[in-house]
């Protein structure tokens, strides 16, 4: 029994860490609101978005997501530890990232929440 738990063991921390990762919105261009910008999208201006997994920027700051946590009875949203740079600045943040029911991202960061619609895949 035992020699079964150390072979099944860190394969079921493999499979639980890439389900988390598998989970995650994809990656793409997002806007702060419910509709994108009918005069056209400018990635990396202000109320932008971009996810290129693990990486998720947001208008002037960029973090690195890891270390992905379930929120209990939230399907696809996750806490995530964030090294953070803002404006030079390097700093360490948590944040609430999840699916939006519009295609989307909602994002928590610095006791702020905002949604963002895909713009571009």
Known sequence: MLSFLRLTLPAAALLSSTIAAHSFPQDGLFYQGFTCPAEGFDPGGERTASLSFPTLCLTEQCCDLSNPINVRDMDETFLYDGACTAEGVNFDARLLVGDASI????????????????CEP
Do not use: E, F, M, S
């Not at 295609?103 to 895909?118: C, E, F, K, Q």
């Open 103 to 118: 295609d989307g991202l909602i994002v928590v960061l610095n006791n702020t929440a905002h949604t963002y619609v895909r």
